[in-house]
Structure formats: C-alpha cells, structure tokens
C-alpha cells in the first residue's frame, strides 16, 4: 500500500473551517483515500473516502486533487468534539486481498475555543 | 446495528497468563480485522477473516497469538504466555465486503 505524509499535529478554532492536508504522492489506479478519526480511548472512527472526485457527506468533505497526488479533508465548522487525532489511508481495493487500512501516525487536531 | 462490541474492554494480567480476547462484528458483515495499537502509535495489522477463513497474518503475529472465526460470526483473538509486550489497545473491525471499516472500541491489555 502506497504511504501518506500527514502534519503531526495542528490547531483550529472552534467555528472555523479545520482543513487536513495528506500526501500521498505514489498512490496507484486502484488505491482509495480514506480518512479515519481517533478520539482518545476509542477506535478509530470512519469520516469519508473517494477514489479521484470530491466527496461531501454529514461529517465532512474530502477534496482530492487531480493528480491524486494529495487529498485535504475538511471539517466545515469544527468543534470541540473533533479534536482527535486524524488518519488519512491509501486502501488497495483489490479482490483476493484483505484491502486492510495501514495507518501511519495521523495529525492531531486539538480545536480550541 | 450496534456496532462492533469487543469484551473485555480492559484486561489485566501477570506476564505469562493466557488471555483470550472477543469480537462480535456488526451482522451480516464477512470481513474481520484484528489490529493491536500501542501508545502513540497507529494500530497496526494483525490479522484478516473473510467469513471463517484466516487469509492473511502479519509477522506481528508471532506464535503466541491465536485468532479465530468459526461459523464467520465471533472472533477471539487469544494470546498465550503474555508478554510485558504484549501490553497494548487490541481492536477488531469489520466491514462488508470492501465497504469501509468499522472498529470497536479495543479490549486494553496490561501486561504485568
């Protein structure tokens, strides 16, 4: 599975927009972004994934660029729920494999009031 | 739906015990992941079923690890003389075929 760059950690507002940059340069054909959330003490959360169009649902929006080169999540209107810490996932989509997630170590997103 | 359910959610044991793990994935779903997350990390893989076929291991799962799906319903993943190591955030997931993940929330091993 092709790896992702993600910020260790960054802040936001509560209120703003809190925009997750992801790098994931050597992405293939068949591989899906896919971001996972993580808030202490539970299991990681599914948000959203898409394979090269952008992607809105009740959570948040994945915007990937056209070269699939690099992906950026955003959470409209963060909160103080959303802190957490954030994992982006390139997933092979594949018959006769296991399509497992590998996570890296994801951003830290700590909103603040 | 409730969910993926793991049980215990914390255990604690001496170094050398053996301990055995559940996981009851959402219904009707033929895939089950179990991963293992230490402090500051990621969870990395451990193992995949598809229905009760164990189809994929990690090196990470050394010869002291067992895991289980019989009739493609529960898992149990059990782990025999325990390691201070072995201390770690254990979590299953599962999904319907390649839909997305859903974990539960971990079973927390104390190794002591």
Redesign the interface.
Known sequence: DAKTTQPPSMDCAEGRAANLPCNHSTISGNEYV?WYRQIH??????II?GLKNNETNEMASLIITEDRKSSTLILPHATLRDTA?Y?CIVRL?NTGT?????????TRLQVTL | DTG?SQDPRHKITKRGQNVTFRCDPISEHN?L?W?RQTL??????LT?FQNEAQ??KSRLLSDRFSAERPKGSFSTLEIQRTEQGDSAMY?C?SSLG?S???????TRLTVT
């Open positions: 896919y003490s539970q299991g990681p959360q599914y994934h810490v994992y989509v296991a399509s497992k997630l590998t996570f890296g170590t994801g | 993926v895939r992941y991963y500051g990390q990621g969870p990395e893989f995949y189809l994929e979590l997931a390649f997305p993940l859903h974990f539960g929330n971990g």
